[in-house]
Nanobody
């Protein structure tokens, strides 16, 4: 079975930083594009950032561009999201996803998802 596990979420003050991690097992990691999505209560899931199979291509939502950096270490089967200059509206459950498809806007029902890690940014 494929398993995707996020970690690193925390409560942080506005302006602070966090680094999220996601480890995937049960799949060939470098065959999968990876991404971070987030969902706040009452809102639909939002694409935050994605990275292609080898890390050569990335996507960032306009709301996080310049503040967040996505990276992956294929040798460790691990995806990262470095989040700097955090804002209260970054508060959400952050989910890690994996799919063989690039770009991540084209992901369908066959993507693999973790259970999420909570990021809360206080004002």
């Amino acid at each position: 079975e494929v398993q995707v596990v996020e970690s690193g979420g925390d409560l942080v003050q506005a302006g602070g930083s966090l680094r999220l991690s996601c480890t995937a097992s049960g799949l060939t990691f470098d065959d999968y594009a990876m991404g971070w999505f987030r969902q706040a209560p009452g809102k639909e899931r939002e694409r935050v950032s994605c990275i292609s199979w080898s890390g050569s291509s990335t996507y960032y939502a306009d709301s996080v561009k310049g503040r967040f950096t996505i990276s992956r270490d294929n040798a460790k089967n691990t995806l990262y999201l470095q989040m700097n200059s955090l804002k209260p509206d970054d508060t959400a459950m952050y989910y890690c996803g994996a799919d063989v498809v690039w770009p991540c806007s084209a992901w369908g029902d066959f993507a693999h998802w973790g259970q999420g890690t909570q990021v809360t940014v206080s004002s």
